[in-house]
């Protein structure tokens, strides 16, 4: 491999990173704090992908899709977990068995809907005008939109670091990940809470589906690999932890990539090696921590 192909690899493993963080930050979230296991969350994904399909269609503006997408998705959570989830919590498999089923009716939902040109077909989301040429690199041509992606996820690492860190709601979420019990003795609203955060993992998911889209396409069944990576991530990273997610995104996105080229018969078993060894170390994950209560 020449430095050229080195770089342009690790470049597509950075890409891939920030496009792993905006998926698991809000899965890393709801399984730390709500103690849920959201197995519908790459249904999310293809959902939000789909919606910004319909959005860029309808409006001709792929930015238009980057706003409503993740909106209508945190909509879908704000309904979700209250008429879901809520009674459920402390119930692992039924959780794990209503959010599987609730995939499945998202998966066959959007194969049904070739009136709205969603369908089991393959689709393609265009990239936006402006990125969708390409920049001399080390003296190769590299998509300048795949730059942006790594730009736009760390932008939202930053933003959410903010959020999660200097805000007041920021508190509240890591006192609930640290111990939702205490934090409801205390009289918070853990309820609305967990629903607002529900709300928000789900909005990223579709984020993630919209940013994703141009780069790999759309169909049913695209679901299942970004819920395998993003577990991952989470796993490596830590439950519960913003930074755990950015650290998980960072090892698992270009280890992917370096291994899809190296050793492509062996990538997905390279990522599950390096996650059996960080367990094997480090059982709560590389940032994450022992919580309270659990």
Same mark, same amino acid.
């Given at each position: 491999?020449?430095?050229?192909?080195?770089?342009?690899?690790?470049?597509?493993?950075?890409?891939? !990173?920030?496009?792993?963080?905006?998926?698991?930050?809000?899965?890393?979230?709801?399984?730390?704090?709500?103690?849920? +296991?959201?197995?519908?969350?790459?249904?999310?994904?293809?959902?939000?992908?789909?919606?910004?399909?319909?959005?860029?269609?309808?409006?001709?503006?792929?930015?238009?899709?980057?706003?409503?997408?993740?909106?209508?998705?945190?909509?879908?959570?704000?309904?979700?977990? *209250?008429?879901?989830?809520?009674?459920?919590?402390? #119930?692992?498999?039924?959780?794990?068995?209503?959010?599987?089923?609730?995939?499945?009716?998202?998966? &066959?939902?959007?194969?049904? #809907?070739? &009136?709205?040109?969603?369908?089991?077909?393959? #689709?393609?989301?265009?990239?936006?005008?402006?990125?969708?040429?390409?920049?001399? +690199?080390?003296?190769?041509?590299? *998509?300048?939109?795949?730059?942006? +992606?790594?730009?736009?996820?760390?932008?939202?690492?930053?933003?959410?670091? +903010?959020?999660?860190?200097?805000?007041?709601?920021?508190?509240?979420?890591?006192?609930?990940?640290?111990?939702?019990?205490?934090?409801?003795?205390?009289?918070? &609203?853990?309820?609305?809470?967990?629903?607002?955060?529900?709300?928000? !993992?789900? !909005?990223?998911?579709?984020?993630?589906?919209?940013?994703?889209? *141009?780069?790999?396409?759309?169909?049913?069944?695209?679901?299942?690999?970004?819920?395998?990576?993003?577990?991952?991530?989470?796993?490596? !990273?830590?439950?519960?932890?913003?930074?755990?997610?950015?650290?998980?995104?960072?090892?698992?996105? *270009?280890?992917?990539?370096?291994?899809?080229?190296?050793?492509?018969?062996?990538?997905?078993?390279?990522?599950?090696?390096?996650?059996?060894?960080?367990?094997?170390?480090?059982?709560?994950?590389?940032?994450?921590?022992?919580?309270?209560?659990?």
């Amino acid at each position: 491999m020449t430095f050229e192909d080195a770089l342009q690899q690790a470049l597509n493993g950075l890409s891939f !990173g920030a496009l792993l963080f905006i998926l698991a930050a809000g899965l890393s979230l709801i399984f730390g704090m709500m103690d849920v +296991v959201n197995l519908a969350h790459g249904a999310f994904y293809m959902l939000g992908a789909y919606v910004a399909l319909s959005v860029t269609r309808a409006t001709g503006s792929f930015w238009a899709a980057v706003v409503v997408a993740p909106l209508a998705l945190a909509v879908v959570g704000l309904a979700i977990e *209250p008429l879901l989830l809520r009674r459920l919590r402390g #119930r692992h498999l039924d959780q794990v068995l209503i959010t599987i089923g609730l995939s499945l009716v998202i998966a &066959d939902f959007i194969r049904l #809907r070739d &009136d709205w040109g969603w369908g089991a077909t393959v #689709r393609a989301l265009p990239f936006p005008p402006g990125l969708d040429g390409s920049i001399a +690199v080390a003296g190769s041509a590299y *998509p300048t939109y795949r730059l942006f +992606v790594v730009a736009f996820g760390a932008g939202l690492a930053l933003l959410l670091y +903010v959020l999660h860190r200097r805000t007041s709601v920021g508190a509240l979420v890591r006192a609930g990940v640290d111990d939702a019990e205490m934090l409801s003795a205390l009289g918070v &609203d853990t309820d609305r809470l967990f629903t607002l955060t529900f709300a928000v !993992g789900a !909005g990223l998911a579709g984020l993630a589906g919209v940013v994703a889209a *141009p780069v790999f396409g759309l169909q049913p069944g695209m679901d299942v690999d970004a819920l395998i990576y993003s577990l991952i991530v989470v796993v490596v !990273g830590g439950l519960g932890s913003l930074s755990g997610a950015v650290a998980g995104s960072a090892v698992v996105g *270009p280890a992917d990539t370096f291994g899809k080229v190296l050793f492509p018969q062996f990538a997905l078993a390279l990522i599950f090696a390096i996650m059996a060894l960080v367990l094997l170390f480090r059982p709560t994950g590389l940032l994450g921590r022992v919580r309270i209560g659990r």
